[in-house]
Nanobody, 115 residues
Framework: QVQLVESGGGLVQAGGSLRLSCAASRSIFNINVMRWYRQAPGEQRELVAAITSGGTTVYTDSVKSRFTISRDNAKNTVYLQMNSLKPEDTAVYYC?????????WGQGTQVTVSS
């Protein structure tokens, strides 16, 4: 079991940057994969980026070269650095950790990109 708390969202102009954080209530060292999802109004939740315990990363095509996911096991925290933000990146961003067949979610953090 784990509690996840996201932070770092906000309002930013197009072209700007934000760094999201996902703080876990326990060690993430042996959590195989940590993910960031997002959900825009009226849209389905979509996978944005994922990072394995070994540091392998994957990104959805629309954020490649702009977003970077990382994890700091010592701080039990996963980050999402978002650069060159676009209005279409506007969404609630959620942290996710699948553990023993169950998906744990944070409460989400709002990111709004103005044009």
């Amino acid at each position: 079991q784990v509690q996840l708390v996201e932070s770092g969202g906000g309002l930013v102009q197009a072209g700007g940057s934000l760094r999201l954080s996902c703080a876990a209530s326990r060690s993430i060292f042996n959590i195989n994969v940590m993910r960031w999802y997002r959900q825009a109004p009226g849209e389905q939740r979509e996978l944005v980026a994922a990072i394995t315990s070994g540091g392998t990363t994957v990104y959805t095509d629309s954020v490649k070269s702009r977003f970077t996911i990382s994890r700091d096991n010592a701080k039990n925290t996963v980050y999402l650095q978002m650069n060159s933000l676009k209005p279409e990146d506007t969404a609630v961003y959620y942290c996710n950790a699948p553990i023993d067949g169950y998906n744990y979610w944070g409460q989400g953090t709002q990111v709004t990109v103005s044009s």
